[in-house]
């Protein structure tokens, strides 16, 4: 059976990438209410990236582990586990820390977002950035789930 | 309390280059594996606590060696390339070891 765990996570990573989304469209052309929708925007961005390291780790370290990894291995994609999820489980890691300095330079400039084009184009940035790492990171546990799919149906047929 | 956002730039920075640095000598060395698997059960686990006490360490620390310059998008470029840089490193190391290992 899937474990309940790893739909949490990836839907709680999921609305982590749709915040810092949600902060880029806000400050393409920012005024002072889209500029506070943005904070908050930021905030909960940040707050769903640590609430989806710290399931997806539970998951990760008490089930995938013992559980999921030994299957993958020894099914006809071993490089789901080998390459997608060493690359996924550590490139995540990068996640919450650009989620902080991307929240931190949104609460530190505030309304400058309107004048200063500078900062306004380092957060749109990083938040493109952290839309496009979450996507791929997203990318990579279809390819895990994949894997391990494909492992359980040899050992059916 | 201001934000300064130089030091937060360099704590990502330092951070993110020592999760990636940390993770390819954990695979290429044994020994060290081994220490991060000690130091919390599990090495991704091990990885995870040094990268928030770095990130945290590294914040408190760098506004007293150095002054916040404003230079914010300079800041960001390096973040980004660092980023990008450590993504794509390992990225290639672990598609290099999968093959290496088969």
């Not at chain 1, 990836?10 to 506070?36: D, M, S, Y």
């Not at chain 2, 916040?68 to 290639?92: C, H, M």
Request: with cysteine; glycine share 8%.
């Amino acid at each position: 059976m899937v474990h309940p765990l790893v739909g949490i996570h990836a839907a709680i990573g999921e609305l982590g990438v749709l915040a810092f989304l949600w902060v880029l469209v806000e400050l393409l052309n920012p005024t002072e209410p889209r500029i506070k929708r943005a904070k908050i925007a930021a905030a909960l961005g940040t707050l769903f990236f640590l609430m989806s390291w710290v399931t997806g780790g539970y998951y990760y370290v008490a089930y995938y582990g013992p559980n999921v990894k030994p299957i993958i291995k020894s099914g006809p994609a071993p490089w789901a586990h080998g390459v997608a999820m060493e690359v996924k489980e550590h490139v995540f890691l990068f996640l919450p820390f650009l989620s902080f300095l991307t929240t931190g330079l949104v609460y530190r400039y505030k309304n400058n977002l309107i004048k200063d084009t500078g900062a306004r184009k380092s957060v749109l940035l990083l938040c493109a950035l952290i839309v496009i790492i979450g996507l791929s990171i997203a990318g990579m546990g279809f390819v895990i789930s994949t894997g391990a799919r494909a492992a359980l149906e040899g050992k059916i047929v | 309390m201001r934000i300064n956002t130089a030091a937060l730039s360099r704590a990502t920075i330092g951070t993110i280059s020592a999760v990636t640095l940390i993770t390819i000598i954990a695979e290429l060395s044994k020994p060290f594996k081994t220490l991060l698997t000690n130091f919390s059960g599990n090495h991704w686990v091990a990885k995870s606590s040094i990268s928030i006490i770095l990130f945290a360490v590294l914040y408190l620390l760098l506004p007293k060696v150095m002054a916040d310059k404003n230079e914010v998008q300079k800041e960001t470029t390096r973040v980004i390339a660092t980023t990008i840089i450590a993504g794509f490193a390992l990225l290639l190391f672990f598609v290099w070891h999968f093959v290496t290992e088969a």
